[in-house]
Structure formats: C-alpha cells, structure tokens
C-alpha cells in the first residue's frame, strides 16, 4: 500500500520529472468517489461562448494537441483495495461529443473507458465538464482557456503568449500534478486548536427534480456596475454576491416560516464558498487546491439588514482568509486522510463510512456553495471572439442550489445549478439586481430538462 | 428580445415562459428565435427514479439470493445427515418469504397495490406451508387465513385512501384508525372461534369504544378544514 507518499505521486522508473503511470487521489478528492449517484455526479462545467458557430473538426484537432500539454487529465479513476486512484489513460482519444440539455449529469466515470472529463460543443458554445476527482474549476478554466486559445489559433488568429496561459508543445511542470495540500500541513507536536463543526443550516424548501435532471438558470449582468455596487457596499465582487444570496435565503426562511407558522422554526443560514490557495502557498497544481470559508447570518438573534450582511460576510471572509488559519483546515483533513485506521480500511468500507461522514458533515451544514472563479484572462487577440463565459456548479441534491460567479470583459455570468422544483431563489437573486436598475439577461434549459421526465 | 414584466430581467429567445417565475412570455415588440441559442434541447438517456428503484432492488436480490440459497443447502445438508425429519422444509419456506417479501415483487410490479397484495399471498403461502410442515395442522386454516384475508382488505383500503385522498389528511387518518379496529375486530373474533368454539369480541370492542370517537373526529375535521387556513397548515403532510 505504497499511496500515501508525501508528495501524493507515485514513483516511475523514467525518473521524477516523468509523469507517472498513475497518481493517487489529491486530498479534497478522496470523498468524491463514495458520494457518486446519479444525482450526486460530482461534475461542474465551463462554456465558452464565441461569437460564431463552432466548427467540430476544428475544436477536436485543438483538443488532440492540447491533451499531450495535459497528461493528468487524459486519465481514468480506478477502485483499488483501500483508495480509488488516477490512473494514466491511452486507450481512447479524449473525443468532442454532443451536448445534452441536462449538463453536468448522466456521467460514468470510475472504470476502464470511462472518463472524468467530457468537451462538449452546441452551438456556438464549447464547454468542459470536469469531475471534481481530478481538478477543481481554477485547473479547468486552465484548460479551457487553453482549449480554446488553441481552437482560435486554428481558426487563423495568432495569440500572443499570457502568463499563465499552457500552450501545446510546453514541457510540463512536474508541479502541475503534485498534490499541494500535504506540503502546507503544520508540523505542531504541541496539538492544534479545534475546529467545532456548524450546525446545520436553512436549505432550500423544495422537492427534488427526478434523476437525472439538472436545471441552469445564467444571468448575464454588467460587471462594472456590480463591481461599482460592491465598492459602494465596501466589500469586494464575491461578498457582494454572497450578501445578496444570503439577504434573499433570509426573506425566504422567513416566507416559509409564516406559512408554516409554529411548525417552522429558523435555523442558521451559512453560505461555502471555495477559496483558490495557489497564490496563498505558491501552488502551481492543476488539481484540487482548495478550502471552503462559510460567511453566514443566524436569523434567530433577528432581522439582518443588508448593510449587515454585507459587512457581517466581509470581516467573516477576510478573518478566515489567513494563511495560518487555512494550514489549520489543511493540517486535520490531511491528518484524518493518514491515519493508519483511515489506511487500512478497504475502500468499499470507507465508501459508507465517508456517505456517514458526509451525511452529518458535509452539505446539509450550508444552505449554498458560491463559487467565483474571477476574470478569464485570455491574449488580447481573442477580446471580440467571445460573448461571455459561464460557469456552471457541481449538482448537489442535499442543498439542491448552488451558485457559480464567472466573469469575461464586462459581463458578469452568475450562474445557477439547481436539483429544486421551485425557483424561488434565482427569482429572489436577479429581481434584486433588477430592481437596483441593472440589465439582467437570463438563459436557462429550465423549460426542457424535465419536461420528458415529469411524474416518472 | 423577449422581456418578462414579472421578474425585470430580459430572456434569452426560444422561451415560451419565464425560467425564474414561470410566467408566460409575450413576444410583442420582436418576434423570438425558434430554438435556444444556449442549450441543446435533445434529452438525453434520464435514469427514471424507477429504473433506479428497480437496480437498487435487484443488487439487494442478489445479495438475499447469494446469502439464502447456500444457507437452505447448509439446511437441507444437516437434515438429511442427522435423521432426515424434515424440519429444513421449515426453514427453507422462512427463506424464500425472506427473499421474496418487499423485494421481489417490486422487481416486477409498478402498483403499490398489487405489491401488497402479493406481499400479502407470500406471507398466507407461508402460513400454510409451515402449518402443512409442523405439527400444528389446521390453524393456518382456521386464523391465519382469516387474519391475512384482513390484511388483504386493509392493503386495499389504505392504497384506495393514499390515491384517492392523499391531500386530505383527516380522511386518510379515519381510513386508517378503521383499517386498524377492523383488524382488531377480525383477530379476536378468529382467535376466539379458534380456541373456545364460539366467536366472541371482548379487548377488541374495547379498541372500538377508544378509536371510534377519533375516527370520527378525524372526518369531522376533514370536513372543517377546507374553511380553515390555520387547520391546514397544522394538519398537512
């Protein structure tokens, strides 16, 4: 049982610069694989928008020539006795395929054959859906971008180079598939503070969509406007948004409980919001590499202003966004990862043990996940070929709603991925920003994705 | 570009009704493209959640099956080794009722109802057989029949309250406080023509005497709540 080498890769014969055969799971991918359902696929996704129709041949020749520039994710998860693992996959080229009105769902993806990644082009749109197992969205916008940047250069316009930015024939960085979260543990022999798990929040009131079934409501929004919203506020983009998410989870609980009268009771209201940890511990890994912070409100010492909110989500932010404090984070789930009881457990067993774990810990302690991977930065050359760019989260059927913030030039594409019947959040969201006198755009699949599967 | 009066915000062509609030669009200003622009519109293979029932049951088969089979050989081993009286012939029936209760049916059958009622003739089939095996001939007959015909009824009673009255709680409740008196009523009568020759109700009026009134209260109740906001909210599930 030779996983657990510090640095997360396993050893090759062609020397440490040489990627290997195979690589276990990175820490923050290890529950993935015990939680996989049909709802629970695990997968999120990125679309690039152009501004004209795709051309299939096209995108698949810029796919083949960057997937050499992109070894671990030209890879298969496997079960072995204790871990599921990545391992090296040359069977089949990585192909375009159609896309599909449901994103995100019906993917098979631990076994031989069986991808966890698929490109997927409709339209004018070319998009990228990635299984949380083997990147999180910072490495899949790198992917993209490069997909992409490569699409563009085959279409005739030549790119200059970005920092940041993979191209193909690159010699890769070994660093690019380490695992990052072990080399940021703090080595204490004195013992470490106590994290105390949060109580379980408000989730959104609504039945669930039959399997299967993801609705995607996107808003379009000028960024400048919002960002000018958010300075007026004092917080930056990402609390701004989460303040909005919260002030409108607020109205909701508080809808619900009167209808409900004494039978409802108000609970916490707690948002989990993915924070990127390369630039905090100099990380140049395309895999996971990050932690959850979750600003919230507890509406039962009363009615929050959004004033409050918006300040309350700001210090709250800023207080956890502390190198220390993250080390702290890293240090107990790496710590539960390697002990020895943890190790030996055979994998079919972990399986139920981390579905217990996640039960009690994971989603139902959040009302949303928020996630806001920034600006895409792409060469100037490619300002005009876009629309915007979207981001679209993991599906999640215990807290139903998640939200996902992308933004390209001046649009701003808010994004959300919902297993709940009722709209009545994204309703509450974008009436918001409507009402401040904002131009909201909406594009959904809301309206066919379960219309073939109502009442089965 | 379609705009919905509702919510504020504009909407992508294609839409017949706002995805935020469900409201019709009208597309009086610009007339609307055909098709999305943004999603494809091809549904692709959905697991129904009955498909998905029906996986889950046949790997829990499969594991009744696998854990079942080898245990009634181990049986039938062992009985024949030691004297051969025929006790495995028990034990084998207790098996299949295991493997078969809940979850064969299901397998095959869609209604909740006919689910029940072959829950219900595997369990009769049983009595019998065990009645037939052991060494207490005729009471399968004599009680348990009866008690299962009531059981019968009850299935079909309850299914019949559940589709026909599911939002009406307090017809649902009468439904089943009265599914529970007559199975009182039926038991002791059946155990009391069993044992003293002669059918005589005693602990099961007592049941009558204590359920009828809440039945009662429960149709009254029933009948007040469409008038009453407060009552519902209280009352629904």
Same mark, same amino acid.
């Given at each position: 049982?030779?996983?657990?080498?510090?640095? %997360?890769?396993?050893?090759?014969?062609?020397?440490?610069?040489?990627?290997?055969?195979?690589?276990?799971?990175?820490?923050?991918?290890?529950?993935?694989?015990?939680?996989?359902?049909?709802?629970?696929?695990?997968?999120?996704?990125?679309?690039?928008?152009?501004?004209?129709?795709?051309?299939?041949?096209?995108?698949?020749?810029?796919?083949?020539?960057?997937?050499?520039?992109?070894?671990?994710?030209?890879?298969?998860?496997?079960? +072995?006795?204790?871990?599921?693992?990545?391992?090296?996959?040359?069977?089949?080229?990585?192909?375009?395929?159609?896309?599909?009105?449901?994103?995100?769902?019906?993917?098979?993806?631990?076994?031989?054959?069986?991808?966890?990644?698929?490109?997927?082009?409709?339209?004018?749109?070319?998009?990228?859906?990635?299984?949380?197992?083997?990147?999180? +969205?910072? %490495?899949?916008?790198?992917?993209?971008?490069?997909?992409?940047?490569?699409?563009?250069?085959?279409?005739?316009?030549?790119?200059?180079?970005?920092?940041?930015?993979?191209?193909?024939?690159?010699?890769? $960085?070994?660093?690019?598939?380490?695992?990052?979260?072990?080399?940021?543990?703090?080595?204490?022999?004195?013992?470490?503070?106590?994290?105390?798990?949060?109580?379980?929040?408000?989730?959104?009131?609504?039945?669930?969509?039959?399997? %299967?079934?993801?609705?995607?409501?996107?808003?379009?929004?000028?960024?400048?406007?919002?960002?000018?919203?958010?300075?007026?506020?004092?917080?930056?983009?990402?609390?701004?948004?989460?303040?909005?998410?919260?002030?409108?989870?607020?109205?909701?609980?508080?809808?619900?409980?009167?209808?409900?009268?004494?039978?409802?009771?108000?609970?916490?209201?707690?948002?989990?919001?993915?924070?990127?940890?390369?630039?905090?511990?100099?990380?140049?890994?395309?895999?996971?590499?990050?932690?959850?912070?979750?600003?919230?409100?507890?509406?039962?010492?009363?009615?929050?202003?959004?004033?409050?909110?918006?300040?309350?989500?700001?210090?709250?932010?800023?207080?956890?966004?502390?190198?220390?404090?993250?080390?702290?984070?890293?240090?107990?789930?790496?710590? +539960?990862?390697?002990?020895?009881?943890?190790?030996?457990?055979?994998?079919?067993?972990?399986?139920?043990?981390?579905?217990?774990?996640?039960?009690?810990?994971? $989603?139902?302690?959040?009302?949303?996940?928020?996630?806001?991977?920034?600006?895409?930065?792409?060469?100037?050359?490619?300002?005009?070929?876009?629309?915007?760019?979207?981001?679209?989260?993991?599906?999640?059927?215990?807290?139903?709603?998640?939200?996902?913030?992308?933004?390209?030039?001046?649009?701003?594409?808010?994004?959300?991925?919902?297993?709940?019947? +009722?709209?009545?959040?994204?309703?509450?969201?974008?009436?918001?920003?409507?009402?401040?006198?904002?131009?909201?755009?909406?594009?959904?699949?809301?309206?066919?994705?379960?219309?073939?599967?109502?009442?089965? | 570009?379609?705009?919905?009066?509702?919510?504020?915000?504009?909407?992508?062509?294609?839409?017949?009704?706002?995805? /935020?609030?469900?409201?019709? &669009?009208?597309? =009086?200003?610009?007339?609307?493209?055909?098709?999305?622009?943004?999603?494809?519109? @091809?549904? @692709?293979?959905?697991?129904? !959640?009955?498909?998905?029932?029906?996986?889950?049951?046949?790997?829990? =088969?499969?594991?009744?099956?696998?854990? #079942?089979? !080898?245990?009634?050989?181990?049986?039938? #081993?062992?009985?024949?080794?030691?004297?051969?009286?025929?006790?495995?012939?028990?034990?084998?029936?207790? /098996?299949?009722?295991?493997?078969?209760?809940?979850?064969?049916?299901?397998?095959?059958?869609?209604?909740?109802?006919?689910?029940? &009622?072959?829950?219900?003739?595997?369990?009769?089939?049983? /009595?019998?057989?065990?009645?037939?095996?052991?060494?207490?001939?005729?009471?399968?007959?004599?009680?348990? &029949?009866?008690? /299962?015909?009531?059981? =019968? #009824?009850?299935?079909?009673?309850?299914?019949?309250? &559940?589709?026909?009255?599911? @939002?009406?709680?307090?017809?649902?409740? =009468?439904?089943?406080?009265?599914?529970?008196?007559?199975?009182?009523?039926?038991?002791?009568?059946?155990?009391?023509?069993?044992?003293?020759?002669?059918? @005589?109700?005693?602990?099961?009026?007592?049941? #009558?005497?204590?359920?009828?009134?809440?039945?009662?209260?429960?149709?009254?109740?029933?009948?007040?709540?469409?008038?009453?906001?407060?009552?519902?909210?209280?009352?629904?599930?």
């Amino acid at each position: 049982m030779s996983t657990h080498s510090s640095s %997360g890769v396993a050893a090759t014969a062609d020397g440490p610069d040489e990627y290997p055969d195979w690589l276990t799971l990175d820490n923050s991918a290890k529950i993935w694989p015990a939680l996989l359902s049909p709802r629970h696929s695990t997968m999120f996704r990125l679309t690039a928008c152009l501004v004209e129709p795709i051309r299939l041949a096209r995108l698949q020749s810029a796919l083949s020539d960057i997937m050499g520039r992109f070894p671990y994710f030209d890879v298969e998860l496997r079960r +072995g006795l204790f871990w599921y693992y990545i391992e090296s996959h040359r069977a089949t080229e990585t192909a375009v395929e159609a896309d599909s009105v449901n994103p995100c769902m019906n993917a098979a993806l631990i076994g031989k054959g069986h991808l966890p990644l698929r490109v997927r082009a409709f339209n004018t749109r070319i998009s990228v859906e990635f299984s949380h197992m083997i990147t999180d +969205g910072t %490495g899949a916008l790198t992917f993209l971008r490069a997909l992409v940047t490569r699409y563009c250069e085959l279409s005739g316009t030549s790119c200059s180079p970005l920092e940041g930015l993979p191209r193909m024939g690159e010699v890769v $960085d070994p660093r690019e598939w380490e695992d990052s979260y072990p080399a940021a543990i703090v080595a204490s022999t004195s013992g470490l503070p106590r994290i105390p798990p949060p109580e379980t929040a408000f989730r959104m009131p609504s039945a669930l969509l039959p399997t %299967g079934t993801y609705r995607v409501i996107s808003g379009l929004l000028p960024a400048s406007e919002v960002v000018a919203l958010a300075k007026q506020q004092g917080v930056s983009l990402t609390e701004y948004v989460a303040a909005v998410l919260l002030y409108c989870l607020q109205d909701i609980q508080e809808r619900r409980l009167t209808t409900h009268g004494r039978w409802g009771h108000l609970k916490p209201i707690r948002l989990t919001v993915p924070v990127n940890l390369r630039p905090m511990f100099d990380s140049r890994t395309m895999r996971n590499f990050f932690l959850f912070v979750d600003p919230g409100i507890d509406p039962r010492l009363g009615r929050y202003t959004f004033e409050e909110i918006a300040d309350q989500v700001h210090h709250h932010m800023r207080f956890n966004l502390q190198k220390k404090r993250m080390r702290l984070m890293i240090t107990r789930n790496v710590r +539960g990862e390697q002990s020895i009881l943890n190790r030996l457990m055979p994998a079919f067993v972990k399986d139920a043990v981390l579905q217990v774990v996640f039960h009690f810990l994971g $989603d139902r302690r959040y009302s949303l996940g928020l996630s806001n991977l920034g600006r895409v930065q792409l060469p100037p050359e490619l300002n005009g070929a876009f629309s915007h760019w979207v981001f679209t989260p993991p599906p999640s059927p215990v807290s139903k709603v998640n939200c996902a913030v992308l933004s390209w030039q001046d649009t701003l594409c808010v994004t959300f991925g919902s297993m709940a019947r +009722g709209t009545e959040l994204e309703q509450e969201f974008f009436r918001f920003f409507s009402s401040k006198g904002l131009s909201v755009y909406v594009e959904s699949n809301a309206e066919w994705c379960e219309r073939e599967t109502v009442g089965s | 570009m379609v705009f919905c009066r509702s919510c504020g915000v504009r909407v992508e062509p294609g839409h017949q009704a706002c995805p /935020l609030c469900s409201n019709p &669009l009208t597309s =009086a200003d610009e007339a609307a493209l055909p098709t999305s622009q943004a999603f494809a519109r @091809e549904r @692709e293979a959905v697991i129904s !959640p009955d498909d998905l029932l029906r996986r889950r049951l046949g790997a829990i =088969a499969l594991v009744l099956a696998a854990v #079942l089979v !080898p245990t009634a050989l181990v049986c039938i #081993l062992i009985d024949v080794l030691y004297g051969g009286s025929g006790w495995s012939r028990l034990v084998i029936a207790l /098996l299949v009722l295991t493997g078969g209760l809940g979850v064969t049916p299901r397998l095959f059958f869609h209604n909740p109802l006919v689910i029940g &009622l072959v829950d219900v003739a595997l369990i009769g089939a049983f /009595l019998v057989a065990a009645d037939l095996m052991g060494p207490w001939h005729g009471w399968s007959i004599g009680i348990g &029949l009866p008690i /299962l015909g009531a059981v =019968a #009824l009850a299935v079909v009673l309850g299914w019949l309250a &559940l589709s026909q009255y599911r @939002e009406r709680t307090g017809f649902v409740l =009468a439904t089943f406080l009265g599914i529970g008196v007559m199975l009182c009523l039926v038991i002791d009568a059946t155990v009391s023509a069993a044992t003293r020759g002669q059918v @005589e109700l005693l602990w099961s009026l007592i049941a #009558l005497a204590t359920i009828g009134p809440l039945i009662l209260t429960a149709v009254i109740l029933q009948l007040i709540l469409p008038a009453s906001n407060r009552l519902r909210r209280y009352l629904h599930w």
